[in-house]
């Protein structure tokens, strides 16, 4: 199998993982270049020729522009040719008039989702162009809230889902900066756990449909589970007991693992830094609390 890819190595819409795999198998990635022709022998297909791609790019109209390489022209020997060239927006659902758009068809959206239309709004790849599920997900929370704040007038930097499963407005907690995004890398007691590769089977000739990747022995799955941070849930690691300033919590041996404990609650002050420090988040606070400074 050879793959013609217009884009660079590196900037191919494929996780690395799926990438390498296919080296693995044999599968033939030939980036920077684009098909030019179909050759065939009678009624079957014999061949393609392809050229090499210098840069690409598309203009103000939407149009695709290639520079190719001079003397990049190349003739590969093939009995199959699949095509499979992207996606575009299709609009016709649109009865009369049609939001703005960019030059390739992707519906203009801005931050709460609103398109040029009044009361229409847009999420996904029609606005974003093929992306993530994740990114899909995300925009269409953005295009809900910019819905609730057009229907009922609602002027907030911040929503919120509440407990009823509502639309709330908190505007309190926009802030000027962003939120640090803790790395995974930065969590504590992470670095104990190596992650397992699960058990792979060698490339084979011809074709078949056993998985190549058979998962994990019990023991690896095992070790793979005691990476889990169980997040909202104390795991023992300690952190909060090290990071209290006023050494009021102890870490406690229970039956079944390590528990911290405040072992000094008069000399607590309430700073909060057990809950911040807390890498699973599994502090929390009632108010009003008894203050002591």
């Known amino acids: 199998?050879?793959?013609l890819c217009l884009e660079a190595e590196g900037a191919m819409r494929a996780p690395e993982e799926d990438l390498e795999q296919a080296r693995r198998e044999g599968v033939h990635v030939h980036n920077s270049c684009t098909m030019s022709g179909v050759r065939k022998d009678g009624d079957r297909v014999s061949g393609v020729d392809y050229f090499d791609v210098q840069?690409?790019?598309?203009?103000?109209?939407?149009?695709?522009?290639?520079?190719?390489?001079?003397?990049?022209?190349?003739?590969?020997?093939?009995?199959?040719?699949?095509?499979?060239?992207?996606?575009?927006?299709?609009?016709?659902?649109?009865?009369?008039?049609?939001?703005?758009?960019?030059?390739r068809q992707w519906i203009v959206a801005d931050a709460a989702q609103k398109t040029s239309l009044e009361g229409v709004f847009a999420a996904g790849d029609v606005s974003s162009g093929p992306s993530s599920i994740a990114g899909a997900v995300g925009a269409g929370r953005r295009a809900a809230f910019g819905v609730h704040a057009y229907l009922t007038g609602e002027n907030s930097r911040?929503?919120?889902?509440?407990e009823e499963g509502r639309i709330e407005a908190r505007d309190r907690l926009a802030a000027s900066q962003p939120p640090y995004v803790v790395p995974f890398e930065e969590i504590y007691g992470v670095a104990q756990y190596g992650r397992a590769e699960p058990q792979r089977q060698g490339i084979r000739e011809g074709l078949s449909f056993r998985e190549i990747n058979e998962g994990y022995t019990p023991e690896q799955a095992r070790d793979e589970a005691a990476?889990?941070?169980?997040?909202?849930?104390?795991?023992?690691?300690?952190?909060?007991?090290?990071?209290?300033?006023?050494?009021?919590?102890?870490l406690k041996h229970l039956e079944e693992r390590d528990r911290p404990e405040v072992a000094f609650g008069d000399e607590c002050w309430h700073c909060a830094n057990c809950?911040?420090?807390?890498?699973?988040?599994?502090?929390?606070?009632s108010f009003p609390l008894r203050m002591q400074v």
């Open 1 to 3: 199998v050879h793959v």
């Open 55 to 103: 840069e690409c790019r598309f203009d103000e109209q939407g149009r695709l522009s290639l520079i190719p390489v001079p003397g990049g022209e190349h003739v590969l020997a093939c009995d199959t040719v699949i095509f499979a060239v992207g996606m575009k927006t299709d609009l016709g659902f649109f009865e009369g008039e049609v939001p703005e758009c960019t030059p």
């Open 158 to 162: 911040v929503y919120i889902i509440n």
């Open 227 to 250: 990476r889990c941070m169980h997040c909202g849930h104390c795991k023992g690691c300690g952190t909060c007991v090290d990071d209290c300033p006023g050494y009021v919590l102890e």
């Open 275 to 285: 809950r911040t420090s807390c890498p699973c988040g599994a502090i929390g606070f």
